[in-house]
């Protein structure tokens, strides 16, 4: 899994904000194996240095998975850390989601396949 990590012009982001944002989405991700080919994660701060609010961090991640469309999750939070645990748990539940759905659709391939035919 490839993973880009990006912020916006507000965010002085560091080393170590960007190898903690990575370990944190790998370690949610990391039991899809090799059906995650590459993801983007994206911090930025919504009101800048104008404003504090209670929840102007933001985090979106973007994660691709092998020959499918790719999937992205928001979260906000008062901290850039939260926000990354926050997106990092939506999309792995999404993902969670979307694999089951599939593997259930070829489960009922599978099962209609081995149906016996029967004569009208």
């Known amino acids: 899994m ?7 012009n507000s965010i002085e982001a560091t080393q ?3 190898v903690n944002a990575e370990v944190t989405v790998r370690n949610d991700l990391e039991h899809f194996g090799d059906r995650v080919t590459r993801v983007e994660i994206h911090i930025s701060d919504e009101n800048s240095d104008t404003k504090a609010g209670a929840k102007d961090k933001r985090c979106q991640i973007e994660a691709r998975l092998a020959g499918l469309d790719p999937r992205s999750a928001t979260h906000k939070a008062p901290t850039l850390d939260e926000a990354v645990i926050g997106a990092s748990a939506k999309i792995r539940r999404q993902l969670e989601s979307l694999v089951g759905k599939l593997n259930n659709k070829r489960h009922e391939k599978l099962t209609e396949a081995e149906q016996p035919y029967e004569a009208e």
């Not at 490839?2 to 916006?8: R, Y």
């Open 16 to 18: 170590d904000m960007a």
């Open 2 to 8: 490839q993973v880009q990590f990006n912020s916006d």
